[in-house]
């Protein structure tokens, strides 16, 4: 039996170190016919934290890829252009929505379906992962 004296010490050596942890608010994937090789995904990020906190990485099973892209205009042409490391500064949030920031979400390893519930794996800067359960919608 260890001593309550052993385990504050222990505990004291041994403490969990705080990983971040975003809030993702209403994910949804936008639907598309299976002949086109996209789909874009769309949530609101919320960083409840004291500390920003910067997205590195996507993957999903579901496809091949994902990135982050933010939609501009350039020369009176709206382009698509990748966001390398998205950063939610602390006590605030990011919004993915049609025509502004999104999910790039290529070849999708099945077509997909209205209702269909899709996981995707969040890496954080920290090395932590957060997965997200994202709904396919017409």
Not at 7 to 25: D, G, N, T, W
Not at 80 to 95: A, D, F, H, R
Request: aromatic share 4%; hydrophobic share 45%; net charge negative.
């Amino acid at each position: 039996m260890i001593s309550s004296r052993w385990l504050l010490v222990l505990l004291l050596i041994f403490s969990p170190i705080a990983l971040a942890e975003l809030e993702f608010r209403d994910p949804w994937i936008k639907n598309l016919p299976a002949s086109v090789p996209v789909r874009a995904g769309y949530m609101t990020i919320h960083n409840p934290q004291s500390e920003a906190v910067s997205i590195v990485s996507l993957r999903s099973n579901a496809f091949a890829m994902i990135e982050i892209h933010q939609t501009i205009e350039q020369d009176g042409m709206m382009r698509m252009e990748q966001v390398t490391g998205l950063k939610i500064e602390p006590n605030s949030s990011v919004q993915l929505e049609p025509g502004g920031l999104h999910l790039m979400m290529m070849n999708p390893s099945e077509p997909t379906q209205a209702g269909d519930l899709l996981e995707i794996v969040v890496v954080l800067d920290d090395g932590s992962e957060q997965r997200v359960e994202m709904q396919v919608k017409r």
